[in-house]
């Protein structure tokens, strides 16, 4: 990831809350050519910068050949357009604000056990944030429990790499800062109120 000095983080906690907040990850696999796939991921403790776990349908080609090979993660946490008219400084250019998150490590496949457990933590990962009862695998009859577990392959990845990119305008003046903020927040739409609610907390 291309990291200019303003916008580095390697704050493992910070890197860590940008990933429970925006599980699904792009996935990366290099083998004859780049291989991309697509999941919700489980973030778990061990290891220095954690080790994540997900699933992909066995169909998917990146499932016969992720098992001890690396693979590379891509988190997009918010992001919006900056227009230069917002800016009070004149002569700039027009730019894109947002979070990204990188990690990658060596794949390890999941045995039947640890898969069914891995889509028990899913579940209730998400389901612990919505408004009402949650949902859980046991409402699922066994036998399609197993049909579904056969149409699956499960991965963890310790962590041994973890970066991120916060481009929030750090590298502008106040007042230019202040004027995307603020504008961003007059868009009025989900995703530039969250890079403004990010700029205002990363003053």
């Given amino acids: 990831m291309y990291r200019p000095a303003a916008f580095v983080v390697d704050d493992v906690a910070a890197l860590h809350a940008v990933i429970r907040a925006r599980v699904f990850a792009t996935i990366a696999l290099a083998h004859d050519g780049v291989h991309f796939a697509y999941a919700p991921v489980v973030l778990d403790m061990p290891g220095n910068f954690g080790t994540l776990r997900f699933h992909l349908a066995r169909a998917n080609p990146v499932c016969a050949l992720a098992d001890g090979r690396p693979l590379s993660f891509s988190f997009i946490a918010v992001d919006a357009y900056v227009s230069p008219g917002w800016y009070e400084t004149a002569g700039l250019v027009p730019t894109w604000n947002y979070i ?22 899913l579940s209730a990962q998400e389901e612990e944030k919505l408004s009402k009862k949650p949902w859980t695998l046991d409402k699922v009859p066994e036998a399609r429990i197993e049909a579904l577990l056969n149409g699956i392959e499960g991965f963890s990845v310790p962590l041994d790499a973890l970066q991120g990119k916060f481009k929030l305008s750090q590298d502008k003046k106040p007042a230019d800062i202040a004027g995307v903020i603020a504008a961003l927040e007059a868009r009025g739409d989900a995703a530039s109120r969250a890079v403004a609610d990010a700029m205002r907390k990363s003053r």
Avoid: C, H
């Fill in 100 to 121: 990204a998150v990188e990690a990658s490590g060596i794949a390890r496949k999941l045995d039947r056990e640890e898969l069914r457990q891995l889509l028990i933590d």
